[in-house]
């Protein structure tokens, strides 16, 4: 299985030092325990995503951009070429300049189905076997053929150590990026420095047990534990069953009552 | 006699048969060094120092157990006087000279008392630090020797002859060729090697008087990094493993042996003398704790780490790099030299740190501090005291370096008693503050070379931008790493232990303590004080100075135990059937002291987190502090 591994330039979340970011550190080591990995980075240095060769990649493919050039292009136009059977991301940034939104930009260029937040992965007869979580420790069992983007979750395995004698053997080849075809529309952000605030939790009860509070809090509570477990239903009641939901927790509109004036 | 040769041939010939012997069994062992790196060796240099090496440094370690330093005069002394004598005895004018031979027959009657010295260690029964094997059939070789050439050189002084020449000759040539064979493998090995180990010691600094404990740097453009099979080592260290006589010393004073963790020094270092040949005899001393038995591969070649491989890998993370082994060793090997050799090529060229030691190894890397927390929040312990930072007045007369300790909430109280001291000593300080690194004692104690020597350019860097006359720190390891191991790395700073300064502050009147004789108090060693810089005395006087009733732990001062928080033991958590500051605090509860003295913000921590101890943990500048608030 080829694997291509995205990997950002991030910034250590303490110190600010240049590092590469933990969640494409253990995107590296599901990659190493999967099959024959190549590193893919776009941007003006390679320098930080060099310790991906000390934590299990053998090869970093370096495409050279400017200072805050879309790195989306370049990245297609490569994985276009190298198509391989899996890419492999974080599922956010650490510290760089980063929207999160590469992944899905990519897959979407080229046309692959992201699954994200995955934590560990088995390789099949031609297909693979992923487990996604869906947070609070349930996970989701996907079995996919043909190549798909996936973003790593950070309840994956924790990262390989560094071995500084591999990241010496390991290579960073500069390859150039075909050129842009047109640069992208900026997005307008604000900066503003972060603020910690309280956890808002909606719903939940000012006073009662503590017993009570957890349960709002984890959700044991309010529309999932009222739900109601269907058994092969029918398909009309099934559909019924989801509007009702889906009106319940107020996605859909009220039904006009039919008899209404 | 009867035969051609008449016995006063024989018998020197019988002697001079044996060299022959012993040196081709030698030689046939020293090839196998061949395969070890190269090393520099002052080879003149050693030759003329080795027998003060012998006498003096050998003897100071032999002699901690009476028994064996006059065992090995009495049957060492006399096996050479005797062999030595006889093999003049070649020259037909002494052999012809009877009260010659009464001497000869004097010098192996000695032998033989000692040979009996040696066999009461093992028979009835062996004593249990004691290896069995080929060691069980020494006190025989060596009876049959100094008996068989005590009657041989009494016929010869009594010019006698007939029947009994030949039995009493045959005697000491089973005993005498049967000891020059098993230079080779058996016990006899340590004499040569041993020997040859004094005159081209890795560390000949060890026998100048001044400790050489410093880690050797590693080039890190080395083409392979530390050390995965026995050829990986450099010769004089594979000839040092061969000089082990598996006396079980080290393991006696092991703390991971004690605490049941899989580490036995004495075992780690027959396992590298058996990886180097697949000829070696099988061990036949106590275990690993866990009872694993040696697997794998053997041979210059083979790796020696792995859960397939000689040493499991657990063996090799539970050291605490205390050097009590070292310290308690006759022959002078270095166990933990080799234990970070190994580590070093387990983290740099394969990345197998154990999975606890992986995050803290990366924050040092990617942060400067194990904990990955803010290099800032370190001087926050001395929240509403006075500390100034180095960037401000680029320079003082005292360098506090605060260390690892300072982030935690304990040992933060034994700061600021000790910056309370200086300011009331009037002592002109300052801190690096957010400057400070972590030394990267961590780091290199887990075999992360390159880590440590990235922190260490960092540090000397930034200390080379101040002005100070000296560095002062609380924490030993600090202090190891910034007396002993930057040097290597350009930083050449004086380094003093906090203990020390406050015993020249007291000495020279700036603090006036008062006396506190109300507390009974033991002192628990750290090893990077003791051990690795021979300090053992300004704690104690510091103690004396403010008139606690100060008792002694049974193992304190250089040969004191540690309490587990070394080498990165606390991070690899290796489990065991005990755990090692448990052991520690059993011992100081021993003494009947209420306080526990300690000097090391590892120890405070691993000695602090022991359930159900009656003891409280005061660092020595905390009782300084009591004493001078005691005496205003």
Not at chain 2, 79 to 94: D, E, F, M
Request: proline content about 8%; charged content about 20%.
């Amino acid at each position: 299985m080829r694997i291509a591994v995205l990997l950002s330039a991030g910034r250590h979340p303490v110190s600010g030092t240049p590092v590469l970011p933990r969640l494409e550190a253990q995107a590296v080591r599901l990659a190493a325990g999967l099959g024959e990995a190549v590193g893919l980075h776009a941007g003006p240095d390679a320098a930080a995503v060099a310790d991906a060769l000390g934590q299990g990649l053998g090869r970093i493919e370096h495409l050279h951009l400017a200072e805050g050039a879309d790195p989306v292009p370049a990245l297609a136009a490569r994985l276009g070429t190298l198509a391989p059977d899996l890419v492999l991301a974080g599922r956010r940034g650490q510290g760089g300049p980063e929207s999160g939104m590469v992944p899905y930009a990519l897959a979407e260029a080229l046309n692959l189905p992201l699954i994200p937040d995955v934590v560990a992965g088995s390789a099949g007869e031609g297909t693979l076997r992923l487990d996604q979580s869906l947070g609070r420790g349930a996970l989701r069992r996907l079995v996919v053929r043909g190549p798909v983007v996936v973003t790593v979750h950070p309840d994956a395995p924790a990262p390989l150590a560094y071995a500084y004698g591999r990241a010496r053997r390991g290579t960073v080849e500069a390859v150039t990026p075909a050129p842009a075809a047109a640069s992208v529309p900026e997005i307008a952000v604000e900066e503003r420095p972060y603020r910690r605030r309280p956890k808002l939790v909606k719903g939940a009860p000012a006073g009662g047990s503590a017993a009570e509070r957890l349960k709002a809090a984890t959700g044991e509570s309010g529309a999932v534990a009222s739900g109601r477990v269907l058994v092969e239903p029918d398909p009309e009641d099934a559909a019924r069953e989801i509007l009702a939901y889906l009106r319940q927790i107020g996605v859909l509109a009220p039904p006009a009552a039919p008899g209404d004036r | 006699m009867t035969s051609l040769m008449p016995l006063t041939t024989v018998f020197p010939g019988l002697v001079w048969l044996m060299a022959a012997l012993a040196l081709v069994q030698g030689l046939r062992r020293a090839a196998l060094w061949r395969v070890g790196a190269a090393a520099p060796v002052a080879w003149l240099d050693g030759l003329a120092k080795l027998p003060r090496r012998y006498l003096v440094d050998v003897h100071h370690v032999v002699a901690r157990n009476a028994y064996a330093s006059r065992m090995h005069a009495v049957v060492a002394g006399g096996l050479l006087a005797a062999s030595i004598l006889t093999a003049l005895a070649i020259l037909p004018p002494i052999a012809g000279f009877r009260p010659y031979w009464l001497v000869v027959a004097l010098a192996f009657g000695v032998t033989a008392i000692g040979s009996l010295l040696v066999g009461a260690r093992r028979y009835p029964e062996k004593q249990k630090r004691l290896s069995a094997g080929r060691f069980q059939i020494l006190p025989f070789l060596l009876v049959a020797y100094a008996v068989g050439g005590t009657a041989t050189a009494l016929l010869l002084a009594l010019g006698v002859g007939g029947v009994f020449a030949p039995l009493a000759l045959a005697l000491a040539a089973a005993g005498g060729l049967g000891l020059a064979f098993e230079v080779r493998h058996g016990p006899m090995r340590h004499a040569a090697a041993g020997a040859l180990h004094l005159v081209a010691h890795p560390r000949p600094g060890r026998f100048e008087g001044r400790p050489d404990t410093a880690l050797q740097p590693l080039d890190l453009d080395a083409p392979r990094l530390g050390s995965e099979m026995p050829a990986d080592f450099t010769w004089n260290r594979l000839l040092s493993y061969d000089a082990c006589v598996s006396c079980g010393r080290c393991e006696i004073a092991c703390p991971a042996f004690a605490a049941g963790q899989p580490l036995n020094p004495k075992k780690l270092i027959q396992d590298l003398v058996a990886g180097l040949s697949p000829a070696e005899p099988a061990y036949a001393g106590n275990p690993y704790p866990g009872g694993r038995a040696g697997e794998g591969e053997r041979g210059p070649l083979a790796r020696l780490i792995g859960p397939d491989a000689r040493i499991h890998p657990d063996t090799l993370w539970s050291c605490t790099t205390c050097r009590a082994c070292v310290e308690e060793c006759p022959m002078m090997i270095e166990h933990v030299d080799a234990v970070v050799s190994l580590r070093r090529h387990e983290t740099l060229e394969r990345g197998a740190l154990p999975e606890k030691a992986v995050g803290p190894v990366t924050e040092l890397r990617q942060a400067g501090e194990p904990g990955g927390r803010p290099l800032a929040a370190r001087t926050d312990f001395a929240a509403g005291l006075d500390l100034p930072l180095m960037a401000g007045r680029e320079r003082a007369a005292v360098l506090l370096w605060l260390g690892e300790g300072a982030y935690d909430l304990r040992y933060g109280r034994t700061l600021r008693a000790l910056v309370r001291l200086l300011r009331e000593a009037g002592v002109d300080f300052a801190v690096l503050g957010p400057e400070e690194r972590d030394t990267g004692d961590l780091a290199r104690r887990l075999g992360d070379e390159a880590t440590f020597q990235a922190l260490a350019r960092e540090n000397v860097a930034t200390l080379r931008k101040y002005r100070f006359e000296r560095i002062v720190t609380a924490d030993p390891h600090a202090l190891h790493a910034l007396r002993n191991e930057y040097p290597a790395f350009g930083g050449r700073f004086a380094v003093i232990h906090h203990t020390a300064f406050l015993l020249e502050l007291i000495r020279g009147g700036k603090l006036n303590p008062g006396r506190l004789p109300d507390l009974a108090v033991t002192y628990h060693d750290p090893c990077y004080l003791a051990r690795y810089n021979g300090e053992t005395e300004a704690p104690r006087a510091v103690l004396d100075a403010i008139g606690v009733a100060r008792s002694e732990m049974a193992r304190s001062g250089r040969r004191a135990m540690c309490c587990g928080g070394g080498g990165g033991a606390p991070v690899s958590d290796v489990p065991g059937e005990r755990r090692i500051p448990d052991l520690r605090m059993a011992q100081a509860a021993e003494t009947g002291a209420g306080i526990v003295a300690v000097a090391c913000p590892s120890c405070t921590a691993m000695l602090e987190g022991v359930p159900d101890r009656r003891a409280e943990i005061r660092d020595v500048a905390e009782l300084l502090l009591q004493a001078v608030e005691a005496g205003r």
